[in-house]
């Protein structure tokens, strides 16, 4: 109890009697009056960034190679099958002749519009992962000039999506205010993803509750799996164009596989104890039947693909956001199924 408390004191900092130690510095060499400054260690990030996008090195890629071959000799048969076509149609009459032109014509203008359809769609999912790749980046060595470069990218991103023309409003007339690189990421993120994430949730929440009612009243196991490949397809497709990816069907191929990835690298489909524990606290094992039980397993599993399709599509890490949880989303499911029960 013999300590007392400095009084508050003014001072400068080039002051003869202020010296600057660290922490674990021996302070008995003071003179006495002299003030002693200890700096405080530089903060540093809380946990490590989630990356699961960030693609892994390959190298020459057969399978590439193969398919992009076989897709030239197809094409090559194709066209050489209509030459003989249109050229056997004149030989017969002029007129079928010049009809089969014709028809060749239209097919070639669709063809080369679906081709370039899908290279957009794929240009827009490259677009996303490496806006997402590059926010990572940022974040971790809060680069104020690429995080201007980011926000540019991310708001010509944005710009086609109406419900986020007020947030784009205000992250562009804060987005000065703001020094530190990481800082501006993780404002984007509050003021662009905050609209799209709360959207995106609904879309998981309802694929999963038509997923766990129609499998539950669904006579035939077939009926099942088809139903819920579907669902799961609808739902990736609406929440890369919620995000802005637009994919065409080369994309959802892509797509899909990074999904699959996502779920692989993140602990597969399995459903989290916590869940498994919550549903028997609930004693719906015993209240529920077999079919119900089934139906809310397949809800949980959409839900849980869902979840990797937002990480996957959503341009920006989950920093500043809480990440969308497996388990508020089967307490919904829950709910939902005692609300039919009673």
């Avoid at 539950?216 to 009926?223: E, F, K, N, T």
């Avoid at 139903?227 to 164009?241: E, S, T």
């Avoid at 602990?267 to 989290?272: E, K, L, Y």
Wanted: hydrophobic share 50%; aromatic share 2%.
């Amino acid at each position: 109890m013999t300590d007392r408390t400095r009084r508050p004191a003014t001072f400068r900092l080039d002051d003869p009697h202020v010296t600057v130690m660290d922490a674990d510095e021996d302070a008995g060499r003071l003179a006495r009056g002299a003030i002693r400054i200890t700096p405080e260690p530089e903060p540093q990030l809380p946990v490590a960034l989630d990356d699961p996008l960030r693609p892994a090195r390959k190298g020459f890629g057969w399978g590439t190679l193969f398919w992009s071959a076989l897709g030239g000799l197809v094409l090559l048969g194709l066209g050489l099958g209509a030459t003989n076509l249109i050229r056997d149609l004149f030989a017969i009459n002029d007129a079928l002749g010049f009809l089969g032109l014709g028809l060749a014509g239209l097919v070639s203008l669709a063809l080369v519009v679906i081709i370039a359809r899908e290279t957009l769609g794929l240009a827009r999912l490259a677009t996303i992962e490496k806006l997402h790749i590059r926010a990572l980046d940022v974040i971790a060595s809060d680069d104020r000039t690429e995080s201007r470069a980011v926000l540019a990218d991310l708001l010509t991103l944005a710009h086609k999506n109406p419900r986020l023309a007020r947030a784009r409003t205000a992250l562009q007339a804060h987005a000065g205010e703001i020094i530190d690189g990481a800082d501006l990421i993780r404002l984007a993120e509050r003021e662009l993803m905050s609209p799209l994430d709360i959207e995106a949730r609904r879309l998981v929440s309802v694929a999963a509750q038509r997923v766990s009612v129609v499998t539950a009243i669904s006579p035939r196991a077939l009926v099942d799996m088809l139903f819920v490949a579907a669902a799961a397809i609808r739902l990736v497709r609406q929440l890369a164009h919620l995000y802005g990816g637009r994919p065409g069907t080369l994309g959802m191929i892509r797509l899909l596989r990074h999904v699959i990835s996502h779920l692989a690298i993140t602990g597969g489909m399995a459903a989290s104890d916590s869940v498994i524990e919550q549903m028997l606290g609930h004693g719906l094992a015993a209240k529920l039947s077999q079919r119900l039980g089934e139906g809310i397993l397949n809800g949980m599993l959409t839900a849980r693909l869902g979840l990797a399709a937002i990480d996957v599509t959503r341009p920006l890490p989950f920093t500043a956001l809480p990440r969308p949880q497996l388990a508020d989303l089967a307490k919904d499911l829950l709910r939902k199924k005692d609300k039919d029960e009673s």
